[in-house]
């Protein structure tokens, strides 16, 4: 029955049983994109939820860490430390908390 004529009730466009096996493969192909998807989202937001305490932990020590840092970055201490090392933590603190 390879490319013969029916008509669907829904339609009444008539198709072939050529035209009716491609619908289902893109069917199936979308079906298989959409379970992908689906995995890959999972996937994505477990490996958040089992990253956040870390997040957390770390958000806190950079806090602690730039409070310091805002009490220690004194003239002297400028003068004692490498240009480009002071730029870098400069840098660092004022990307911290975004």
Known sequence: MDGAMTTTAATEHPTTATETR??????????????MTEEAATKTLDTVDEL???IQTMMSDSSKLEEAWGRLNTPELVESIPPQVHAALQAFMSRVHQ
Do not use: F, G, K
């Not at 491609?22 to 379970?35: I, K």
């Open 22 to 35: 491609m619908l289902t493969e893109v069917q199936q192909e979308l079906a298989r994109v959409v379970t």
């Open 52 to 54: 956040m305490p870390l």
